[in-house]
């Protein structure tokens, strides 16, 4: 993922993780380096405790023992001290001031630390082909000043660093994974309220313009959502000009067309031979723009945009269609067209205008594209569902291919039209898909005609 299209919580992570993680590695850098540093002291204190016990056994000896017999006494003090380490190996010399070697390894003198302090030295050198430490010690002994240099191996040294570091790892391994999931977690605490916005916003419909609820919102938030409600509410405003205008324009263009017809009417009376021919072509002309245009207004009205501040209500289609009896029944008579209807009470939740214009979209293609002779059928109920609508006809249906398609706005199943516009069905999808109703064709029982079928979920 990008940089510019990654999330806000991926970018929080990376922010405090890395800082996190270098604090939490440089504390197990300190905890460790600091242990081996006790541990080191530690281990150097015992080994200047081995020189010290060297030179309390020198002035023992000297008391005792001849010149010759020191050096065996020391080496023998050494072995029984060797006993008590089986991981390093000790090795010591003795030599007074004057360079003689009292006791123990020779070659230890090019190991002893010459700037001549009278405190304990300690330095790490290579001998007999391994790793060593060194303690120096200035003493004055019964047989004068003597330099005092005991060398360990650093087997056990090395063990413990190992040990050390094991110790110091685990727990701020712990630590640092624990933190890490802390942060984490709080970051997916944090952003919850964001994750809840969003969710919120992307289950609405598109015809919800209500304003985002603001109560338990943290104040970063809290512009972002002042800011799409003032565009929420600028859409809403948007829209109910837009609704405005369209029922204005719906009603001025009925005006002026229902007079031009009267006047054609009162023409035509008057006319006969073929004036009254031509003035039948302009009726039914005018007739079909005024259809035309009705229906462009009705399909415009129930776009989502237009109808995003339409308000639904509780609504019988019962009365619907008995409306719709009276209002279509004349033309039904004029095409020669049986139209039955058998309502039965269907409530649902929906707008009027638009379930109306549903019907008479339904009716008039029905109607238009049923024989002479035929028949249409109009039924509504309810049932466990929710309520449905049926309209049926005998005419030639539409293939099973193009159902889809006529539900498109201005497309009409190709073969002999009948005065179609190609709005009809898409007015009758549009204000299905606004009421959330479910919207089938198909044919009637016996193969025959078209079926239109709308099925509106259950009230709530």
Not at 108 to 125: F, I, P, Q, V
Request: some cysteine; hydrophobic content about 40%; glycine content about 8%.
């Amino acid at each position: 993922m990008s940089r510019s299209s990654s999330t806000l919580r991926a970018r929080l992570l990376r922010r405090l993780w890395w800082p996190l993680l270098v604090v939490l590695l440089i504390s197990a850098g300190y905890d460790y380096s600091s242990a081996l540093g006790r541990a080191r002291r530690n281990q150097d204190i015992a080994l200047g405790r081995i020189a010290i016990a060297l030179t309390s056994r020198l002035d023992v000896d000297a008391d005792d023992a001849n010149d010759n017999d020191i050096g065996r006494h020391l080496a023998r003090t050494m072995a029984a001290m060797q006993r008590t380490d089986k991981h390093d190996r000790l090795s010591f010399m003795v030599r007074s001031q004057g360079g003689e070697l009292i006791g123990g390894d020779a070659a230890l003198s090019g190991l002893a630390d010459a700037t001549g302090s009278d405190k304990a030295s300690y330095a790490d050198h290579q001998f007999g082909g391994e790793a060593v430490r060194v303690v120096t010690f200035a003493h004055l002994s019964s047989l004068g000043p003597v330099t005092v240099v005991v060398a360990e191996t650093t087997h056990r040294r090395q063990a413990q660093a190992r040990r050390l570091f094991v110790d110091t790892l685990v727990p701020n391994l712990l630590l640092i994974t624990l933190a890490l999931l802390l942060v984490r977690s709080g970051v997916k605490v944090a952003m919850a309220p964001l994750d809840k916005l969003s969710q919120d916003v992307a289950h609405r419909g598109p015809t919800d313009l209500s304003p985002l609820p603001q109560g338990d919102l943290p104040a970063e938030l809290l512009p972002v959502v002042r800011a799409i409600n003032r565009l929420m509410e600028r859409l809403r405003a948007s829209a109910q000009a837009q609704q405005a205008f369209l029922s204005n324009a719906a009603h001025q263009l009925r005006t002026p067309l229902a007079g031009v017809q009267t006047q054609l009417e009162l023409a035509m009376r008057t006319s006969e031979g073929p004036q009254r021919e031509r003035l039948a072509l302009v009726q039914a002309a005018l007739h079909r723009m005024g259809h035309t245009t009705h229906q462009m207004l009705a399909l415009a009205r129930s776009d989502p945009q237009a109808a995003a501040v339409e308000d639904f209500e509780p609504i019988d289609l019962q009365p619907l269609l008995e409306d719709a009896a009276s209002a279509w029944l004349d033309q039904a008579l004029g095409a020669q067209v049986d139209l039955g209807f058998d309502a039965q009470s269907a409530p649902i939740t929906g707008s009027a205008w638009m379930l109306h214009e549903m019907l008479s979209n339904l009716i008039d293609n029905a109607i238009r594209h049923s024989p002479p002779g035929g028949r249409v059928t109009v039924r509504c109920g309810r049932d466990d569902s929710g309520g449905w609508l049926t309209v049926e006809d005998e005419g030639p249906g539409i293939p099973a291919d193009e159902r889809q398609r006529v539900l498109g706005r201005f497309y009409q199943v190709p073969g002999p039209q009948r005065g179609g516009t190609g709005l009809g069905l898409a007015i009758v999808s549009e204000v299905a898909q606004r009421h959330g109703a479910e919207l089938t064709l198909d044919s009637r029982d016996d193969g025959s005609g078209l079926k239109v079928s709308v099925r509106f979920p259950a009230p709530c």
